[in-house]
């Protein structure tokens, strides 16, 4: 918010006081992550491993060799998440970005890991990313039903083709439904449920032989069990 406050050069109390509150939640949750975590560190310290192994090494890397930042950022596996996130809408978040500044720390937090785009779309980790993306949206469909004169060519060619470009986004929503999705898999599912079922007992005597103190090294299929 305080970023948006700048951009939209808003008084200070809509740039500081944001900016301090999210610092401190910031500072704070990161260090009561580190003391319920057994490891005593963050979580997922590991998926940013490739600039160091604590994060004050993380940290001191990133400001000093922001090279490396940048190259991970600008890598195809990130250019193909954020497709992944925009073609469900054609884009139009594009339209009014600034919006999508209030979501940046938490892409950048996905950008900066080295996970396969496919997971992370395929995972709830983006969610925190949806409000802000369809905020956008809405903003720009807003600005694109408006009656005055738009500046921008592209926003009056979308005008001028409404039909088109309508019907161009029931087909991405769709698509990104079916590709996206776990509907396909869910209804694979239940028409293979008598195929699955030495798979799924296999499954519930190896979980039956897991203790509550036990370190376990398991497939996604098995994390609603574990």
């Known amino acids: 918010f305080g970023i948006l406050g700048l951009v939209e050069r808003r008084r200070w109390r809509w740039i500081i006081p944001p900016f301090v509150v999210g610092a401190l939640w910031l500072v704070g949750a990161t260090l009561l992550a580190g003391h319920l975590n057994p490891t005593g560190s963050y979580k997922f310290i590991a998926l940013y491993s490739w600039l160091g192994s604590t994060q004050s090494e993380i940290i001191r890397h990133a400001l000093l060799e922001p090279w490396r930042v940048l190259r991970q950022l600008l890598n195809i596996n990130n250019i193909f998440l954020a497709a992944g996130l925009l073609v469900p809408l054609i884009g139009l978040p594009l339209l009014r970005a600034k919006y999508l500044l209030l979501g940046a720390l938490v892409a950048l937090q996905l950008f900066l890991t080295q996970v396969s785009a496919t997971?992370?779309?395929?995972?709830?980790?983006?969610?925190?990313?949806?409000?802000?993306?369809?905020?956008?949206?809405?903003?720009?469909?807003?600005?694109?039903?408006?009656?005055?004169?738009?500046?921008?060519?592209?926003?009056?060619?979308?005008?001028?083709?409404?039909?088109?470009?309508?019907?161009?986004?029931?087909?991405?929503?769709?698509?990104?439904?079916?590709?996206?999705?776990?509907?396909?898999?869910?209804?694979?599912?239940?028409?293979?449920?008598?195929?699955?079922?030495?798979?799924?007992?296999?499954?519930?005597?190896?979980?039956?032989?897991?203790?509550?103190?036990?370190?376990?090294?398991?497939?996604?299929?098995f994390l609603p069990a574990l």
């Open 119 to 221: 997971i992370v779309l395929q995972t709830h980790y983006p969610a925190l990313l949806l409000p802000f993306i369809f905020i956008a949206a809405a903003a720009a469909l807003s600005e694109l039903t408006q009656k005055q004169a738009v500046a921008s060519r592209l926003k009056s060619f979308i005008i001028s083709q409404k039909q088109i470009c309508s019907i161009i986004l029931v087909v991405a929503i769709l698509y990104s439904f079916v590709t996206f999705s776990p509907a396909i898999a869910v209804v694979q599912r239940l028409f293979q449920q008598g195929e699955n079922q030495g798979v799924v007992a296999a499954e519930r005597e190896a979980v039956a032989t897991v203790s509550p103190s036990d370190s376990v090294v398991a497939s996604f299929s």
